[in-house]
Structures are given as C-alpha cells and as structure tokens.
C-alpha cells in the first residue's frame, strides 16, 4: 500500500481522531472531582461576598464553614427539609439543572422570567454572626439571566445586599449591576412588610420612597426592569414568600454544612 494513498491517509487521521478523544475524555474524567471542587469554592466566595466576610484564597472552606449555614428549603410548603430526608445531600453540590427536571413546578406567570419552570427546593445560607439570610436569585435582564444572591435581615425586612455573579448585560449599561456604588443602595431597605414585598427597582430618578426604592440604572430601562421583577419574584410566594414568612425560619444547622 503506497503512504500517500487516500486509504491510507483516512486510515491515519481515523486514527489520530481516536487517540485524540481518548485522550480528551481521560483528561475531562481526571479532572472532574478537581472542576466540581473549584465550583464549589467560588459558590462560596459569591456568599461571602455578599455577606461583606473578608477572606485569604486559601482559606475559603474554613471561613466558609465558620460563618455560613446552607439549609435546604421546600419552596411550597416553607419548611426546611432536613438531612435525613435529602439522602445525605452535600448542600455546596446542588445541581439546579436536575432539581429542575426531577423537581421543579410549571409556572402559569413567570414574571421574573424563569423558562416557565421553577424548583421546588432551593439552598438558603444562614448568617448567624451578622443574622442575615442570603438567598439565591434569578432571572431575565435584556440579554441574559441574571444569577445572583439577595442579603436580608433574619426577619426578611430589611435587605442587607445584592450580587449578580453571572449575567451577559452590556457593559456601561445593564452591567452596571456589578457597580458597587449601585449595590452599597440595597443596604437597609425595606423589602417586606405586613407580608407583602414592598422593595421595588424604580427606573432611574423615579424614586418617592427611599426606604423601599432603589434608584434603577441610567440607560438599561429593561435590565432594571428585569432586577425589579427576579427580585419581586424571588421574595413574594412563587419564590422564598412561604418560607421568609415563617417565624421559626432563622434555624442555623451545623449538621448541613
């Protein structure tokens, strides 16, 4: 068979594709447990970040672990869902995608806009040093979801804090969410009272009320609009309303660390 033959220059490219997705698929399998590691570490620098808890990079687990109590919540009824009911599940590797598919609720109004669909367990993180409960957020801005963790008080009446860690909005504009000057305003707002969510994403010098109103974002209307409706959703009864309602909520559990 002559070298530079068809047959035979398929044949070695055949087989360079073969050693080449060995050895791609070995390397993704040897670094997965590192991967899933280095996931969980950032989730907990995001919490800690919006708990405004200083930290070294090599001291996350710890400070994490001294500070922070993940409790897992059952969205429809409020209450916690202990360790013995989850099967022993590690908090800090809660796959949203799979509690989606396995147990997530259609949505008939979807305001925050969520796919129509949302989880019926949710991951809370106590802060009992500072009580404050931090939540985890979600939805639509003008280009993208918008991933991030609300801070409040331990009677959810006050708000402490905002973080979107993970979005695609336009820079200058709607991803001036990320700005910290237009954080530091979410501080000692009134998020909840009488039971109702009163907290309210105004567009931008709109505000009558600043003891409930955030002052929204010059130029990003919609992505303002998009952070009013996630946060509204989030902390009203299709979201945490049944459990931020409950007066035993503020639980820390050492058990679920």
Known sequence: MQRD??????????????????????????LRKK???NKELDQKKKILRVCKIEFEPHAIDQVFQQNIHPRLVNLETG???????????????????????????????????LGGRRENYAVVYL??????????????????????????????????GITFYQHGETPGLGGE????IWKAQWRGKQAIR????VL???????????????????????????????????LGDQG???YLARPDKFIPAPTLQ
Request: aromatic residues 6%; glycine residues 10%.
């Open 127 to 160: 802060y009992p040093s500072q009580d404050q409960i931090i939540l985890p957020i979600r939805g639509r801005g003008l280009w993208s979801t918008l991933w991030g963790y609300i801070a409040l008080s331990k009677d959810a009446n006050t708000t402490q």
């Open 79 to 113: 209450e916690y869902v202990e360790k013995t009911q989850t099967g022993g599940l590690d908090l800090m590797q809660y796959d949203l995608k799979k509690v989606l598919v396995s147990d997530g609720t259609d949505l008939t109004d979807d305001p925050a806009g």
């Open 200 to 234: 309210q994403v105004m567009r931008q010098g709109k505000v009558t009320d600043p003891s409930r109103q955030i002052d929204g974002i010059a130029g990003a209307t919609i992505t303002t609009a998009g952070v009013d409706r996630l946060v509204r959703f989030w």
């Open 35 to 37: 991967q899933q590691l």
């Open 240 to 242: 945490f309303g049944k």
């Open 194 to 197: 009488d039971g109702e969510v």
């Open 5 to 30: 033959s068809i047959k035979n220059t398929f044949l070695v490219a055949g087989l360079l594709c073969i050693i080449c997705s060995l050895l791609v698929s070995a390397t993704a399998v040897g």
């Open 177 to 180: 969410v990320d700005n910290p």
